[in-house]
C-alpha cells in the first residue's frame, strides 16, 4: 500500500512538472523571435521587422502618439517605419503568460520602446498570437496597448 501511494505521488510529480515545462516551453521559443524585433528596432531594419509576420498579419499600436490597427505586409511595414520615424530605437518585452493551442502560440506580456535620448516612448501591455510558417514563429496579431 505505501508502495502503491508513494508511486501516485511520484507519478503526480512528473506530471507537474511536465506541466511546469509544457508552459515554459513556448516562452523559451519566443525569447529569440523577441530578441530579432528588438534588434531589427534597433538597425532601424525595417524588412527584417517585418519579415517578423504573417504576410496577412494584422498589428495595433495604441499608444499616446498613435491609434493604428493595419492588416498584411504594407500596413505592418508603415506602421513601424512611423514607429522608427518617432525616433524609436530599443525595444524590451517581457513575456508573462503564453499558452499553446492548435498549432499556434497566444501571449501577452510587457513591453517598453524608447527613444536614442533614452526617453520613454511607449510602455504598457501587449498580446500576440503566432504560429509556425516554414518551420519559424512568425507574428498573427500582434497589439500594443500603452499605459
Known amino acids: ?15 507537474w512538472s511536465g506541466l511546469i515545462f ?4 513556448p516562452v523559451e521559443e519566443l525569447k529569440p523571435r523577441y530578441r530579432a524585433l528588438a534588434a531589427s528596432i534597433t538597425a532601424r531594419d525595417l524588412a527584417a521587422l517585418t ?3 504573417v504576410p496577412d498579419a494584422s498589428l495595433e499600436m495604441r499608444t499616446p502618439q498613435a491609434h493604428d490597427r493595419v492588416q498584411g505586409e504594407e500596413g505592418i511595414a508603415a506602421q513601424w517605419q512611423s514607429t522608427l520615424r518617432a525616433g524609436v530605437v530599443s525595444f524590451d518585452a517581457t513575456i508573462t503568460d503564453a499558452q499553446v493551442a492548435g498549432g499556434a502560440i497566444s501571449e501577452k506580456g510587457t513591453f517598453l520602446m524608447k527613444r536614442k535620448d533614452k526617453s520613454v516612448y511607449a510602455r504598457g501591455n501587449y498580446t500576440a498570437t503566432w504560429r509556425k510558417d516554414a518551420g519559424v514563429w512568425k507574428l ?4 500594443f496597448v500603452a499605459e
Open 1 to 15: 500500500m505505501r508502495r502503491r501511494a508513494m508511486a501516485t505521488i511520484l507519478t503526480a510529480a512528473a506530471c
Open 22 to 25: 509544457a508552459q515554459s516551453k
Open 51 to 53: 519579415s517578423l509576420y
Open 140 to 143: 498573427v496579431k500582434h497589439a
